[in-house]
């Protein structure tokens, strides 16, 4: 690890194959904690490239505990986090609402490290069990339209670096790794990334994989569609720019989509909006990143998407396939 900090403080940058043997021995336990802490640091003071991040994914996603979920053509719903922004949890909603409307979603997720609420904190507080149990997420995906892949469970090579993390407490390169080593290799991903640069590295990544895509980045700053300003999207086919009007609705303002300052409070709003309780721009935001993962999937339009969302909100379908996760969980 010495000569690799070295060679990373002078600015070289590392190739694909060393990449990946260093997330290996990481997981392995070679290196201490104030060695992986400096390795971390490194990358939030200069950028990733390309080479680095397809290493860092291909270690990660050969080292996981691998469930097979393909018979169900699934989206995750999953941003990178790493924002800033502590909006409630609009993903892990979105994801219940695209279920709601008949799409097989496996959400991928974690706790929160940068952010207060992580999705996996939300759906624990809600009594939603952690499992890699294969036949528990059929169950989950066959009745719920959703089944929920906690990250720690799947990734054991993570172990060394979690605790890490979380006394670092601000986002590293593992936020961008999240959505890219979902251990069910869905067949599309809906994946929210924190600025343009990462946007085109996922593209590129992306690209060279089977999966049906769409990256997607508010131009102030999200990792999702926010309806604050405009929204970056890219797909397999075509990028382009779209607004609040693109799903008929207003330009919000920030505070309009801020999250829970706790667990509790974001837990309690989660309810609330999947119940069909939330307000107009919580209801919006959610039906709108629901909206693009529908139209992911079933390539109808974003507009329709959206509607179709709304319904699923509304109508409570989305509610429903929350409590059966719960039942099942029991």
Known sequence: MKNILNRLINHEILSKEESKDVLVNISSGSYNPSQISAFLT????????????AGFREALLELCIRVDLSDYNTIDLCGTGGDG??????????SFVAAGAGIKVAKHGNYGVSSI??????????????????????KCIDKAGIAILHAPLFHPAMKNVGPIRKELGVKTFFNMLGPMVNPSFPQNQLVGVFNLELARMYSYLYQNTPVNFTILHSLDGYDEVSLTGPTKMITSTKEGMLNPADFGVRLLEQNEIEGGKTIEESAEMFMDIISGNGNEAQNNVVCANAGIAIATVTKCSTLEGFQIARESLLSGKGFLAL???????K
């Open 42 to 53: 490194v990358y939030m003071m200069r950028s990733i490239s390309i080479e680095e991040l």
């Open 323 to 329: 409590k059966t996760v719960q039942e099942l969980s």
């Open 117 to 138: 609420s992580g999705s996996s904190n939300v759906m624990e507080k809600l009594g939603v069990k952690f499992s890699n149990d294969k036949d528990f997420l059929e």
């Open 85 to 94: 922004k502590d909006t409630f949890n609009i993903s892990t909603l979105a």
